[in-house]
């Protein structure tokens, strides 16, 4: 099985990434999380809560905890 990927930019921090990555590493075992300086998303990471998974999938929401969900969701749905 591939490792599972969660990445966020340090730009994202005032939308509560940190949060993110955390509840993230407690409850998805050997997940590989990384915080950028920049992914090279065009300034998203100032704008909405969003994280990029497993390299390719970038999900963002209005609100932190509704990011956490579609994470949960997304990991749930591609094991």
């Not at 704008?47 to 990991?75: H, I, K, M």
Request: glycine share 6%.
């Amino acid at each position: 099985m591939a490792t599972r990927k969660l990445e966020t930019c340090i730009g994202n921090r005032p939308f509560g990434s940190e949060e993110l990555l955390s509840r993230a590493s407690t409850t998805f075992e050997g997940l590989h999380i990384t915080e950028w300086g920049c992914l090279g998303n065009c300034h998203r990471c100032y704008r909405v809560p969003f994280a990029l998974l497993d390299e390719y999938t970038l999900l963002e929401a209005p609100t932190q905890e509704e990011l956490w969900v579609l994470v949960q969701s997304y990991f749930a749905q591609n094991p």
